[in-house]
T-cell receptor, first 112, second 113 residues
Framework: AQTVTQSQPEMSVQEAETVTLSCTYD???????LFWYKQPPSRQMILVIR??????QNATENRFSVNFQKAAKSFSLKISDSQLGDTAMYFC?????????FGAGTRLTVKP | DAGVIQSPRHEVTEMGQEVTLRCKPI?????LFWYRQTMMRGLELLIY????????DSGMPEDRFSAKMPNASFSTLKIQPSEPRDSAVYFC???????????FGQGTRLTVV
């Protein structure tokens, strides 16, 4: 089975600064999807950004962007101009068009 | 659409009792996932269904856990008998064939005492 590794259990960043969350995955497949989900204290899982493996261009969504390195099997999330509302658990996910597996999560705290 | 609906939101039960968690996926979604979230292990995939058929249940921790999807609009996760170590938040998620986004329910917080 595919595995997803998030090596940073906790991170913090000052408001308005930039932070990067790391994610690596292990697969032998060539076609797949990668996601970052945010889980605020409300417990709701919210999609932040999605990347299709066949696309070389890194996905961006406003202040959120990814650095997708397919050969290295790396998929990091960069949050620019961090806001207090970005405080949450962030999960990286791998989807091979069958199952969807998540990393252990990174707890991000944005400090005022 | 109301989104993925899980019930109950909270469940407190005594050790040894049977627990049934319910999920209604979004209409038109063809895949359904059950996850368990704990502080120690994060989000674990327990089982998933494609077109109502269980595909991989290797994540189900023990025979005490079972899941069914009798039709496209309903799934259950049952724990019998429940144990304190089963205490966790259980999420159901569904996704369309285009894999654009997995939609999650609000989760069921299970406490076994």
């Amino acid at each position: 089975a595919q595995t997803v590794t998030q090596s940073q259990p906790e991170m913090s960043v000052q408001e308005a600064e930039t932070v990067t969350l790391s994610c690596t995955y292990d697969t032998s497949e060539n076609n797949y999807y990668l996601f970052w989900y945010k889980q605020p204290p409300s417990r709701q899982m919210i999609l932040v950004i999605r990347q299709e493996a066949y696309k070389q261009q890194n996905a961006t969504e406003n202040r959120f962007s990814v650095n997708f390195q397919k050969a290295a099997k790396s998929f990091s999330l960069k949050i620019s101009d961090s806001q207090l509302g970005d405080t949450a658990m962030y999960f990286c996910a791998f989807d091979n068009n069958n199952d969807m597996r998540f990393g252990a999560g990174t707890r991000l705290t944005v400090k005022p | 659409d109301a989104g993925v609906i899980q019930s109950p939101r909270h469940e407190v039960t005594e050790m040894g009792q049977e627990v049934t968690l319910r999920c209604k996926p979004i209409s038109g979604h063809n895949s359904l996932f059950w996850y368990r979230q704990t502080m120690m292990r994060g989000l674990e995939l327990l089982i998933y269904f494609n077109n109502n058929v269980p595909i991989d249940d290797s994540g189900m921790p023990e025979d005490r856990f079972s899941a069914k999807m009798p039709n496209a609009s309903f799934s259950t996760l049952k724990i019998q008998p429940s144990e304190p170590r089963d205490s966790a938040v259980y999420f159901c998620a569904s996704i369309k064939v285009d894999r654009a986004e997995a939609f999650f329910g609000q989760g069921t917080r299970l406490t076994v005492v």
